[in-house]
């Protein structure tokens, strides 16, 4: 069951912590965005998503933030969404954005990543990272208009870890890292 979407005049949905059977919507909401890599050399993502109980756990431990759809309010269905998890003690690290099909292009997710960072802020963290697209013009040019360029020198041996592993995992699911880079953002106000 896909989530509904809000009209396009619509005012954006707030960004809230997701509960957890909003959760369950995510992987509606993931396999819906990713219709945008049809036309790509990465059109075998299209349909793919997580499954909802990742989601859910993230839920548990305050890491998925939602917009929630605004035209159907009671189900508390969410639109769009950011998975976040810490990996290393100063870095939050963006594990899934995706927004509905009918709101891209309306900054919902700039104010996603921008809600990742007040949540990162509020643990303390100094950066953003997240693992990307070289080339598809909503991914790594996207990031970087939004202020994400290459990650810093210095991180933690937990962060670096981190970033090994999340590569390794990556490639065991057939993304190749000659396409995939790591971006970092430091968090403002910091």
């Not at 993502?45 to 993230?58: H, I, K, N, S, T």
């Not at 210095?154 to 962060?159: D, K």
Request: hydrophobic letters at 45%; aromatic letters at 6%; one cysteine or more.
């Amino acid at each position: 069951m896909q989530s509904p979407a809000a009209p396009t005049d619509s005012p954006l949905p707030p960004i809230q912590l997701a509960d957890p059977l909003e959760a369950e919507f995510c992987p509606d909401i993931e396999r819906a965005a990713s219709a945008l890599y049809a036309e790509t050399a990465h059109a075998w993502l299209v349909g793919q998503a997580a499954p909802a109980e990742v989601y859910v756990r993230a839920a548990e431990q305050g890491n998925l933030l939602v917009a929630r759809a605004a035209v159907d309010p009671p189900a508390r269905r969410p639109a769009a969404f950011v998975l976040v998890r810490p990996v290393g003690p100063d870095v939050l690290y963006v594990a899934e954005l995706a927004v509905l099909p009918a709101l891209q292009g309306r900054r919902l997710g700039a104010r996603l990543l921008d809600a990742a960072e007040d949540v990162a802020r509020a643990r303390g963290g100094r950066w953003l990272l997240l693992r990307t697209f070289r080339a598809v013009p909503w991914n790594a040019p996207y990031y970087r208009r939004l202020g994400f360029g290459d990650p810093p020198p210095g991180l933690s041996e937990e962060a670096l870890g981190e970033m090994c592993r999340i590569a390794e995992k990556e490639a065991s699911h057939g993304l190749s890292g000659e396409t995939r880079l790591f971006m970092a953002r430091a968090v403002r106000g910091r």
